[in-house]
């Protein structure tokens, strides 16, 4: 395998292990690099759902919750909700957590780190 799709191998690796999550979506992946590249005072949903291409409001609602308070056991809750200014929106961001297990990503990819040495792979249970 070549360095390039080793490191990507690797993070993928990382984040799924990280957050518990076996059967990562490309679409999750997106969700959290979308965010990732926005400011980090967080952004509403609706601002969110137009960054991230071919996701819906409802998306980022259920995996905002889904990667912060109903992360999976085990799973570092990466995400948080507030309430905005405007009080019918809720803004996304992310938690300390959250963005440091992002710049461990990132720097997997880019090569400037390694993956944490002893991590245990994300497991399905639905697979034998």
Same mark, same amino acid.
């Given at each position: 395998? /070549? ?16 957050? /518990?999550?076996? $059967? ?21 949903? &609706? ?9 819906? &409001?409802?998306?980022?609602? $259920? /995996?905002?919750?889904?990667f912060g308070v /109903? ?18 929106? $809720? ?38």
């Amino acid at each position: 395998m /070549n360095t390039q799709a080793q490191r990507a191998f690797e993070a993928l690796e990382y984040l799924r292990a990280v957050t /518990n999550r076996p $059967r990562l979506e490309t679409q999750q992946i997106s969700l959290l690099l979308g965010l990732y590249s926005l400011p980090t005072e967080g952004v509403t949903m &609706q601002d969110l759902a137009k960054e991230v291409a071919g996701v819906t &409001q409802s998306f980022i609602s $259920r /995996n905002a919750s889904a990667f912060g308070v /109903n992360s999976k056991p085990g799973a570092e809750r990466m995400l948080g909700l507030r309430i905005g200014e405007d009080v019918r929106y $809720r803004t996304v961001h992310f938690l300390e957590a959250g963005r440091k297990i992002m710049d461990t990503f990132i720097g997997i990819l880019d090569g400037s780190q390694r993956p944490p040495k002893g991590m245990r792979p994300a497991v399905d249970r639905r697979t034998k």
